[in-house]
Nanobody, 131 residues
Framework: DVQLQASGGGLVQAGESLRLSCIVSGFSFANYAIGWFRQAPGKEREGVSSISSNDDSTWIADSVKGRFSISSTRDNAKNTVYLQMSSLKSEDTALYFC??????????????????????WGKGTLVTVSS
């Protein structure tokens, strides 16, 4: 079974940076996507970024474009996906989740944009940005 372990959250001041990590293990298929979502108190969960295992194509939400970036490192058994967050703002305060979606066929560049694509969720890591 696919397992996701997110870490790296914390308390930072506005303008500072933080890097989140998501360790992905137990995947059987070569092609999949890993995404980052966030959920602030009283708000819906929103997609932030995703990356395809097929060719490392990425997607970044407009709300964080230019400040956040996504990358990954892989070995045979494990994939680690990073969300680098810079110039953090108070509105970035949220619980951040990583998520997995299998590609529909080999060689397909799959990206995650919305929660309804997600097959497996990791536990969240809290990011708090003080102003």
């Amino acid at each position: 079974d696919v397992q996701l372990q997110a870490s790296g959250g914390g308390l930072v001041q506005a303008g500072e940076s933080l890097r989140l990590s998501c360790i992905v293990s137990g995947f059987s298929f070569a092609n999949y996507a890993i995404g980052w979502f966030r959920q602030a108190p009283g708000k819906e969960r929103e997609g932030v970024s995703s990356i395809s295992s097929n060719d490392d194509s990425t997607w970044i939400a407009d709300s964080v474009k230019g400040r956040f970036s996504i990358s990954s490192t892989r070995d045979n058994a494990k994939n680690t996906v990073y969300l680098q967050m810079s110039s953090l703002k108070s509105e970035d305060t949220a619980l951040y989740f990583c998520a997995y979606a299998k590609s529909p066929r080999p060689g397909h560049t799959t990206l995650i944009f919305s929660a309804d694509q997600v097959e497996v969720w990791g536990k969240g890591t809290l990011v708090t940005v003080s102003s």
